[in-house]
């Protein structure tokens, strides 16, 4: 029979320890809203004691939030304990986390205590705060590195204290799957009433093991995962979310399941990825760009065929539309035919051969393919003015003007000017876009990169927008980023049907 998997996400506590992708209380709620709605069990909205600010995002965020638990982090005072405490008072559900170094780094050298000292204060913490709220959980600082015996010890004590949940964490990202698995199996086994609690795992992604960790530990016994979204948090970061997520749904032979709605993971990534101005690199399981795009022939042949053959995934079970096929100078003929039939043509086998040819010889010049370069190859195209086409672009935006944006587009020959009021200058110029164009689009991915170094950089702008159940991509390089993210969205919504 199966067992569930609680989902603990930190992404609003230790995925928020990135330097510089602190959020404000409005944006926590819109993070910890879209997370109740991904169905996490339990969401760490903060540090209370550390600043006023995370002391009124745990009291904002635990009004606003119904069905998850509200987890607020404290170390092993006192005062940190009663500050958590009356942060979660509107709580529907609340837990206090407290707890204390273990590992003999800790105790020596950060807390210079002595092992039974540390004993101690992680029992009087969890009496303490049980006097406040049921739910307690208990935290074992770096139990990456600490001796399993001892730990076992601790962690015995701490359940007898009132503890409802012992949190491993592997703090330094240290440990190997087999050590972490024997870690969490010694714990199973060897502490007599571990049976009153519930083993939680909390990774770090030092080494590029906090997955496969993670992994291990439910298999071992743990049946609580502390995650973020992307995989985001102190340094290399913590377990991903969607990672262990897809890892359970995908082995059908593991006994395990989570209330998560995979089909949101996408939505939450983007969203996080946006207002924590940390783009998600395009190669990240699950979640990256390229997780579901194929660029070599024989891939591309094969998912073409039966998608199986190269995706252990549907797109759709994480929000994705469909995979993506992109056309390179390592694409075959497969690839080729697929998107010129997506356009409209249809060739015999010899005709797709001399199309195929010169589609090499501009696929070795060019890095990128798009279906203007396709059409131009086929002939169906020539030299000629685009349809749409950015003629003028004027904004005015600064610290106390309103963004402002004027954009003057040639359609089909025709010039017609528009403008519009934003956020900002590109959100503003975009709407005078959409009233020119006027084609109902959601804009699903908006992404800048820098191609060069300098004074001069020049910028990439990459924008996905969806109309009527289908995706469009656009495009375009400037070293003026507003002009360049213009010419994207006028890329992309000249492509829709």
């Known amino acids: 029979m199966s067992e569930k998997i609680y989902i603990f996400d930190t992404t609003l506590r230790d995925g928020e320890q990135v330097p510089g992708c602190q959020l404000n209380t409005v944006e926590k709620i819109e993070v910890a809203k879209t997370l109740e709605q991904l169905g996490v069990d339990v969401i760490e909205a903060g540090f209370p004691v550390s600043s006023p600010g995370d002391f009124n995002s745990v009291v904002e965020i635990s009004k606003a939030v119904s069905n998850p638990t509200i987890c607020a982090l404290t170390r092993a005072v006192k005062k940190d304990i009663e500050v958590a405490a009356d942060a979660l008072k509107y709580a529907k559900k609340g837990r206090i986390h407290t707890g204390i170094g273990t590992s003999y780094y800790h105790i020596k050298y950060k807390l210079r205590s002595d092992p039974e000292e540390i004993i101690k204060r992680a029992v009087e913490a969890v009496k303490y705060a049980r006097n406040f709220i049921d739910d307690v959980e208990f935290y074992a600082e770096d139990a990456g590195r600490t001796d399993n015996e001892y730990l076992a010890r601790v962690v015995e004590a701490v359940i007898a ?4 949940v012992v949190n491993i964490p592997d703090t330094t990202g240290y440990c190997l799957p087999d050590e972490y698995a024997e870690k969490i199996a010694f714990l199973t086994n060897n502490v007599p009433n571990i049976d009153k609690a519930i083993i939680s795992t909390h990774c770090h992604n030092d080494l590029g093991m906090a997955t496969a960790n993670t992994i291990m530990g439910i298999k071992n016994g743990a049946r609580q995962v502390e995650v973020t979204i992307n995989g985001i948090g102190e340094r290399a970061g913590n377990t991903s979310l969607e990672e262990v997520v897809m890892i359970l749904k995908s082995h059908k032979d593991l006994p395990y399941y989570t209330d998560i709605d995979s089909t949101k993971i996408i939505g939450v990534s983007r969203l996080v990825s946006t207002l924590m101005n940390m783009p998600v690199q395009p190669n990240k399981a699950i979640v990256g760009r390229n997780a579901f795009a194929h660029s070599s022939g024989i891939h591309q042949d094969g998912v073409l065929k039966h ?6 995934i549907d797109p759709k079970d994480v929000g994705i539309r469909e995979s993506s096929i992109v056309l390179t100078a390592r694409s075959g003929r497969a690839a080729l035919k697929h998107r010129l039939e997506l356009l409209g043509y249809k060739f015999d086998k010899d005709e797709l051969a001399e199309i195929y040819f010169r589609f090499l010889e501009l696929a070795d010049k060019k890095k990128d393919i798009k279906d203007d370069d396709l059409r131009v190859l086929v002939g169906k195209s020539v030299e000629k003015e685009k349809p749409y086409d950015l003629k003028l672009l004027q904004v005015l935006c600064g610290k106390s003007a309103v963004p402002v944006a004027t954009v003057k587009i040639s359609v089909n020959g025709e010039e017609l ?22 084609k109902k689009v959601k804009l699903e991915e908006f992404l800048i990169q820098a191609i060069t170094r300098g004074k001069d950089d020049l910028g990439k702008v990459h924008v996905q927008v969806e109309s009527n159940g289908q995706m469009y991509y656009g495009f375009s390089a400037n070293t003026d980023i507003i002009t360049a993210s213009v010419e994207a969205y006028i890329d992309a919504l000249s492509k829709v049907i």
Request: proline share 3%; charged share 15%.
């Open 161 to 164: 204290a009132g503890a409802t």
């Open 307 to 312: 998608r199986e053959n190269y995706e252990i």
């Open 417 to 438: 000017t528009a403008t519009a009021s934003g956020n900002g200058p590109v959100d503003a110029a975009f709407s005078a876009v959409n009233k020119i164009m006027q």
